[in-house]
């Protein structure tokens, strides 16, 4: 009999070509988010969620043994939790705001001190022995071994439905015999869920997943999806802490702005794991990358160009501060006030921080208006905003990355009919995505086997720099500044960077 010592999260479909990424990850998986936005026990159809429970306890070994045992024995994914040990209320209001994760949570292991409790939850919580466990929990196992995605039928968001519901969402988790590290937790509140907002933690599942299943394939990297119901940034900042010795690092996803900032900064003070958040670092990480390749083609330098980024939240503010890292001067940001500067009366102090570094003409106005002679456009906002008139007023050779999701600020075909020199997208669908999955899977990577416990911004540029180096001089065009997302060896080379030259 094996000697199972731990798990790996594995996704429930090869990620080998473009086509199946967009159906595990953007631009697919936003149909899914769509459908338990409309109907919350969708997720139970969408996601993993039917086959997931939380095994808490107060000592991290001990959970993951009933871990194990309820994978091997009622083939359960089963994720170990280990909670600080914390007052009876503590326990009900972390427990009632992780439920969403989950079709029952194990408090088999602190029965003495959680079975008085009554919890306000929609699924079976475990205080004491039962005869039939796995009816209990009304776990339902999915294991699937080959989906023919050739088969499915539609566009991508009903191709990708198909799979998740066939699927049950697109990651388990697998036994293994040797000692593996903590997993990263996923973290989201659901207020930011790719260009559909606020739309609740549970709608956010499906992304979390993909993510989750990008972290498996592309770097080896185990994970957990730890969504939370509430949207108070100290609430969220408690709950995660409770629960820190259960995880190696904290990726944040799709938490709007300013909580994002909130949350990620207490994080870094108080939990002592490396925090990123994906939405802010990850994009800044790619966008540096595929803007210093376009540059290149364009016979540009970055502390000479003009730069117009519309959109100043999360990602907004995080490429510009990388931007202005890697040596840019003239960044003007612009949200749905116009253009960001000193003073601004609608300015909250992360606005008023970016202003400080930016705008350095104060340019005041519309997209419209601040968009003229600029070298590169970086819309991190919303579809359809930027039109082929704006374009024309650009500088030569225009660079335009339109990376809000699913729909663009503008599509590729009217950019280039507008005069763009080169146009990248958030999409897998179109040439040029910028698309994180080639940042954070080698980034965590390296982080957690260099024993990293800060993310910072020279981290971040290094990643660029690999990421931007991975395409050959000779293979750079207008339609190829980013290496293929599905490249195994840039999480590879990331991390062995990251190790190598910050690691402990």
């Known amino acids: 009999m094996p000697q199972y010592k731990s798990f790996r999260t594995v996704p429930k479909i090869e990620i080998n070509d473009k086509d199946t990424l967009s159906l595990v990850y953007t631009p697919g998986v936003g149909a899914s988010c769509l459908k338990i936005s409309e109907n919350p026990e969708a997720a139970m159809v969408y996601t993993n969620k039917i086959n997931s429970v939380a095994v808490i306890s107060f000592d991290y070994e001990k959970s993951l043994k ?17 909670i600080e040990e914390c007052s009876k209320q503590d326990l009900k209001f972390a427990i009632e705001n992780i439920e969403i994760n989950f079709c029952a949570i194990d408090l088999s292991l602190i029965s003495d001190f959680a079975k008085d409790i009554e919890f306000e939850i929609e699924i079976p919580v475990l205080v004491e022995s039962v005869s039939d466990l796995k009816g209990f929990f009304g776990a339902i196992s999915r294991n699937v071994f080959m989906i023919d995605t050739s088969k499915l039928k539609g566009d991508v968001s009903e191709r990708s439905l198909q799979l998740h519901e066939l699927a049950g969402g697109v990651i388990e988790t697998e036994l293994v015999e040797e000692q593996r590290q903590k997993p990263v937790a996923i973290i989201s509140d659901g207020t930011a869920v790719l260009g559909y907002g606020n739309i609740g933690a549970l709608a956010s599942l499906p992304v979390m997943e993909g993510k989750a299943a990008l972290y498996a394939e592309f770097a080896n990297v185990d994970s957990v999806v730890f969504c939370v119901k509430t949207q108070i940034p100290d609430e969220i900042v408690k709950i995660v802490n409770l629960f820190k010795n259960s995880f190696s690092g904290l990726h944040l996803e799709d938490i709007s702005a ?10 870094i003070e108080t939990s002592g794991l490396p925090v990123f958040h ?68 609608s300015n909250d102090k992360y606005l008023e921080e970016l202003a400080q570094i930016t705008n350095p ?12 002679d600029a070298d590169v456009f970086i819309g991190l906002s919303k579809g359809g905003i930027l039109s082929e008139d704006m374009i024309k007023t650009m500088a030569p050779k225009p660079i335009v990355f339109a990376l809000a999701n699913p729909i663009p600020e503008i599509m590729p075909d009217k950019a280039k009919h507008a005069g763009v020199y080169i146009i990248s997208t958030g999409r897998s669908d179109f040439e040029n995505q910028i698309n994180n999955s080639l940042a954070f899977p080698g980034l965590f990577k390296g982080v957690i086997d260099g024993h990293i416990k800060k993310i910072t911004n020279e981290i971040k540029l290094e990643s660029a720099l690999m990421i ?10 207008p339609d190829n500044i980013l290496p293929d997302a599905l490249d195994r060896m840039i999480p590879l080379e990331i991390a062995n960077v990251i190790v190598k030259k910050f690691g402990c």
């Open 66 to 82: 009933r871990a194990i045992f309820l994978k091997s024995v009622l083939l359960i994914d089963a994720y170990p939790l280990e």
């Open 258 to 267: 300013p909580s994002c900032f909130e949350v990620e900064e207490k994080l």
């Open 278 to 345: 994906d939405d802010q670092h990850g994009t800044a990480i790619i966008v540096l990358a595929g803007l210093l390749n376009a540059l290149v083609l364009s016979e540009k330098n970055i502390s000479e160009i003009k730069i117009v980024i519309s959109g100043a939240g999360a990602a907004g503010n995080a490429v510009a501060k990388l931007l202005v890292f890697a040596g840019a001067k003239n960044i003007v940001l612009g949200d749905i006030n116009g253009a960001v500067y000193k003073n601004r009366e």
């Open 361 to 372: 003409e104060d340019l005041k106005g519309n997209l419209s208006e601040i968009i003229k």
């Open 468 to 477: 931007a180096s991975m395409v050959p001089t000779d293979e750079l065009t």
